[in-house]
C-alpha cells in the first residue's frame, strides 16, 4: 500500500529547525546553491549511468550548503522524468512543480527527513537525533513504493547518538530498490566506520568569495525580517568577514548579523593580552551573551572563540596562516605545548556541551574559557 502524503501543519512550520539559522530561510527553502558544481556532476553522472549510489555521505564544514545540496538532490530524484533537464546536463527543477512543493514542505510521500527533533516539555530543540527517530525508517522503508525513487536525508548524521547510528546502519545495509540515502556530514571521521564503508562521499568544501558573495546577499535578500535587507559590508570589513567565515554562508551571515566583527575583535584583544588580560569587559560580556535571547550571540561567540585558537594551533604546528595568527603562535605556543593547547580546545568544546545539556551558567563558561587561555598561555596544564 502506498503511502499518503504527510500534511505539514501550522504548528509544525513555526518550530525551531535545528538546520535553519533564524531570521533566513531554510535549506530547503534556498532558492539557487552556490558552489558545489563538481559535487552536483558528481552525483548527476552516476544516475545518469544507472549506477547512483544508495547511501551517499556529503560531507564538508558546516555552514557551507549541504543540506541545501541534499535537498536539491532530493528534488531530483522525486522529480518526474519530464520536469528534469531532457538533456541530462542538470540538478534544476523548477520551484513551481508539485513536487518541489511537497519536499519544501516535508510533505511528500517518498521523502522521510530525520534531524533532531523538538522537546515539547523543555521547549528546545534535543541535543541529538535519538533512535525513536531513525525507527521512524521501519514504516518509512516498509510501505510500498511507487514507480520512483524515495529518498532519506539525515541532517546531520553528526548528530546521531550511538544508538541511532546503529539503527540508521540496518536500514544502510539492506535498503529497498531504488532507495538513495543522503547523509549530512561536518565529521565524517566521526562516523562508525560500518556507516562510512557502505557510503559513497561527496566531499564539499567552503566557497570561494565570489561564490559566498552571492550566497550570502541571496540570503539576505529572503531574510524574513525586512531590517536585515542590507548590502554586505565592502572593503577591509568584508575580507574581514570572508577570513573569519572560512568559506561558509552560514558563519558569515552570523557575523554579519550578530555584530560578529566585534565579538571577533574583543575575543582578539583578550588573546592579544595575554598572560595579563583585563577582566571588565569579558565580565561585561559575559553578561551579555548569558542572556537567553542572545542565543545567536552566545553560539557565535564560541565558534570564534574556537577558531581563534584552532588557528593559532595551525599557525604553530605549519609555520602558515595571517601575520597576525603566526605572531600570536610564535610568542604564546612553544613547541613542546601544542597537545596542551589541542587540549584545550577539546576542553572547551565539552564544557559548552555539558553547559547546554545541563542548563549551567553561560557567563562562568566564557569566563572559565578565557581563564583557561590565560593559565595555558603561562605554562599551566599538561605538556
Known sequence: MARAPAIATLEDEQLPEPDKLEGFPSPRHTGRLYGHAAAEQEFLSAYDTGRLHHAWIVAGPAGIGKATLCYRFARFLLAADSERDMFGSSLDIDPSTASSHLVASLAHPELLVLRRPYDFKTKKLKTEITVDEVRRLRGFLGLSAGEGWRVVIVDPVDDLNSNAANALLKSIEEPPPRTAFLLVCSEPERLLPTIRSRCRTLSCGGLVPEDLHKAVAQALNAADDTSTHTSLPSGEEWQTLVQLSQGSVRRLLMLHTAKGLELHRKIMMAVAALPNIDWLPLHALGDELASPVAEPKYELFFELFLANVARMIRAAATGEGQPSDLELAGRLIPADRL?????????????????????????????????????????????
Not at 340 to 361: F, G, H, P, R
Request: aromatic share 8%.
Open 339 to 383: 597537545a596542551a593547547w589541542a587540549q584545550l580546545w577539546e576542553t572547551t568544546v565539552a564544557e559548552k556541551i555539558s553547559t547546554e545539556t545541563y542548563n549551567l551558567d553561560r557567563k562562568s563558561l566564557i569566563l572559565l574559557s578565557f581563564q583557561r587561555l590565560v593559565e595555558i598561555s603561562r605554562g599551566a596544564g599538561p605538556a
